[in-house]
């Protein structure tokens, strides 16, 4: 075999693998052997059919698979022995390439690859990125706390409706129904807080209640199942009225909301509801800093890619997608690919890796906030182990996990490498900070009200989370695509073409 390369001017570099007959004769005389010894053709006994029957049916195949493995050995062999740094795979060079089953004496098969970019981070002269810490806003404390308390209170069946309680009702011809008064509009809710046991009081449901949602919950419906211009108005009358009555701050609170005895006075209470508050909003704070920070290396750091060899290479990995429709999306492909380029030299050296431990603890760690965190170690302990080993099995799972906790590992990396804006507030700040970045020079920051983002956890489907969400604040940006996956994109050899 003849291997031609020559070094030129550029990142697109060119590999031409020269293969002989006599590179290849050998193993593909043994293959056909083997061949005729397996195979069984009609007319002759199993491993006697003449060799010139097996060649014609299976010498070309013999030979394209042999020629398969040779470039690819090759082409790794040539990678390796020359220490050349690919961004991309290679790919094949038709018009140079030479393939001809009938005439088998030579093949040529050029490549095309790219080389890795130089890249150099200037830490030092980079943007600030803002950092932003939560400060837990009291009405969320509040919140917590409350929830804490009607988690240990105690359930009674008072004769008065307020503005706390649940309210079973019977309506209509003979339906039952319930509802929290906190579903009801402020004008309904005033019409209900008073009325006693037994009572009856005329609602128009739909406007009555806050929103479809709560509607179509009270009158056992989907939401399409609604009817149209129907107000739902019927006769209610209160069959029963629950109410849960808080359980004090004392304690026997602390000892029943805090068996582990870490919180025992309201301000180590304010403390623990702070903790949980920034526990469930920190992935969202995590996610826009390592967003920022992407953005920020991305626009600050030159990472060199050659176009129209990246267009190539995805066109020749992702074969669903055309011409025009990579031409709309190609500068968000580019980002993505400089992105793994940053992110490889950002990590270079650190301890930026998760460990099948590492997933296993995280699993362990959930399992016992979410169900045995009442319960001592020892008594749980096979238990626990039982459960991870459940989700260990889980690929999608594991996946979702480990994703999860590289990025945390990699968040934690760039803040110490990159320079810090410090900033802080509630979650009303944190999103008109957003907000603004967002919106046009000149106009005024909306202000809404706060959707809290989920806490995250590894459930069935483990995904992350998306970004927090403004009803009036922000609009999500699209999807940008990642960069398609790096299979080794070489011809595959086809001796019917």
């Known amino acids: 075999m003849n291997i031609k390369h020559e070094n030129v001017p550029g990142q697109v570099q060119e590999v031409v693998f020269e293969i002989n007959k006599e590179d290849y004769a050998a193993n593909v005389e043994a293959a056909l052997k083997k061949q005729r010894h397996n195979v069984t053709v009609p007319g002759f006994r199993p491993g006697n059919a003449p060799m010139g029957i097996i060649k014609k049916m299976y010498e070309k195949s013999i030979i394209a698979n042999e020629l398969d493995k040779m470039v690819g050995e090759n082409m790794d062999k040539f990678i390796k022995d020359n220490d050349i740094k690919l961004v991309f795979e290679p790919l094949p060079v038709d018009d140079k390439s030479k393939m001809d089953f009938d005439n088998p004496d030579q093949f040529v098969f050029a490549y095309e690859y790219a080389l890795a970019p130089e890249v150099n981070i200037d830490y030092a002269k980079l943007p600030a990125v803002v950092d932003f810490k939560m400060v837990p806003a009291a009405d969320e404390r509040n919140n917590y706390i409350k929830q804490l308390r009607t988690r240990h209170g105690e359930y009674t069946s008072p004769d008065v409706v307020s503005e706390d309680d649940s309210v079973s009702v019977k309506y209509g011809d003979g339906q039952e129904g319930f509802f929290f008064v906190h579903d009801l509009t402020e004008e309904a809710q005033k019409e209900i807080i008073g009325k006693k046991l037994n009572d009856t009081i005329h609602f128009a449901l739909r406007t009555a209640f806050n929103n479809v949602t709560s509607l179509s919950r009270f009158l056992k419906k989907t939401e399409k199942e609604l009817e149209e211009g129907n107000d739902y108005a019927y006769d209610l009358t209160i069959t029963h009225i629950g109410h849960m009555q808080l359980a004090e701050i004392n304690d026997d609170f ?70 025009e429709d990579l031409d709309k999306k190609f500068n968000d492909y580019k980002r993505s690919f400089q992105w793994q380029i940053l992110e490889s030299r950002l990590v270079e050296g650190s301890d930026v890796q998760v460990k099948a431990d590492d997933v296993r603890g995280y699993f362990r760690q959930y399992f016992i906030d979410n169900y045995f965190g009442n319960f001592p170690a020892e008594e749980v302990k096979d238990r626990l182990d039982e459960l991870v080993n459940q989700a260990m099995t889980n690929k999608e799972n594991v996946k979702s996990v480990y994703d999860l906790l590289y990025d945390k590992k990699l968040t934690e990396l760039l803040r110490t490498k990159l320079t810090i804006e410090h900033k802080e507030g509630d979650f009303t700040a944190f999103v008109d900070m957003i907000t603004a970045r967002r919106a046009p020079q000149g106009e005024e920051t909306k202000n809404a009200t706060e959707e809290k983002p989920a806490e995250e956890a590894p459930k069935k489907t483990a995904k992350r989370k998306t970004a927090a969400k403004k009803e009036d604040a922000e609009e999500q940006k699209e999807e940008k695509p990642a960069a398609p996956k790096k299979p080794r994109a070489k011809k595959t050899i086809n001796p019917e073409k």
Do not use: H, S, W
């Open 254 to 323: 602390f000892k029943k909301a805090f068996p582990d005895g870490t919180v025992t006075n309201e301000e180590q209470l304010n403390a623990a509801a702070d903790k949980v508050i920034i526990a469930q909003y920190q992935p969202e704070l995590d996610r826009q800093f390592m967003n920022d920070a992407i953005e920020t290396l991305l626009d600050n750091t030159n990472v060199e890619l050659p176009d129209e060899f990246m267009k190539r290479y995805i066109l020749a990995v992702q074969k669903d997608m055309t011409a």
